[in-house]
């Protein structure tokens, strides 16, 4: 919970003093809709990242007598494990796919907002699909899943509760979307408790955050169409 904290916390205080910034810079009054941009979401990431990367080594370092890479779970994994959480996540989007052509589920406004604003689109593409996956699946799969397996809940019901975690920290997104990351989140977990690493885990979250950020940039190009 504390590592949750932290990261929001980090993250919080950077979005804010970009604000601020940037309003006294334009010498303009501060804007709530200039809070969260593609700029801010890229450098809030980037700062907040070596800090939870500390603060979770370091409370890793003190369950002994685990080692901290075993703990952690960044252990070697194997192509086919990879392959594996891949297909998983393939049969996931298949799935995703039929139920959004009957619900009809807009594209997420915040999401599509972030990549508009973005004024170094490399740098947040960079963020969203190396350094997120990497740093939350250090906190969720790779810490708390390691940390609560060895509670009363067990190994399942630490992926479980790790996967509702993950989706309480994506308060940008409705019902439905965080039903979908809800779901992935026990692939992810399945993937950390099977392989004992966190690896494969972070390739899938690698995977399925480029598709989506694919998606979004097509979208704004006008090259698909959601009906």
């Known amino acids: ?3 949750i904290v932290l990261l929001m916390g980090v993250q919080t205080v ?3 003093a970009m604000w601020v910034a940037t309003a006294v810079h334009r010498n303009s009054k501060p804007n709530l809709s200039n809070l969260i941009t593609g700029d801010s979401v890229s450098v809030a990431s980037l700062l907040s990242a ?3 990367f500390g603060f979770i080594w370091k409370m890793a370092a003190l369950r002994r007598p685990y080692p901290v890479r075993d703990y952690l779970g960044l252990r070697p994994f194997t192509v086919r494990q990879a392959a594996e959480g891949v297909g998983a996540l393939g049969l996931l989007l298949a799935l995703l796919t039929v ?3 009957w619900v009809h589920q807009p594209p997420n406004a915040i999401m599509l907002d972030i990549f508009r604003t973005a004024t170094v689109a490399p740098l947040l593409w960079l963020v969203i699909v190396v350094v997120v996956p990497i740093y939350e699946e250090l906190v969720f799969r790779g810490f708390l899943v390691q940390g ?6 067990g190994p399942w ?3 479980i509760a790790a996967s509702a975690g993950w989706t309480a920290i994506h308060s940008q997104y409705g019902i439905f979307e965080c039903s979908e990351l809800f779901v992935l989140g026990l692939i992810l977990g399945w993937l950390r408790v ?3 690493s966190i690896w494969p885990a972070v390739i899938v979250h690698a995977v399925n955050n480029g598709l989506a950020s694919l998606m979004i940039v ?3 190009e006008g090259k698909i169409r959601v009906e």
């Open 194 to 196: 099977r392989t004992g």
């Open 50 to 52: 070596p800090v939870v």
């Open 148 to 153: 609560l397996s060895r509670s009363r809940i």
């Open 218 to 220: 097509l979208l704004l």
């Open 99 to 101: 139920i959004n052509h």
């Open 1 to 3: 919970m504390a590592a």
């Open 157 to 159: 019901g630490a992926v």
């Open 14 to 16: 950077v979005y804010v």
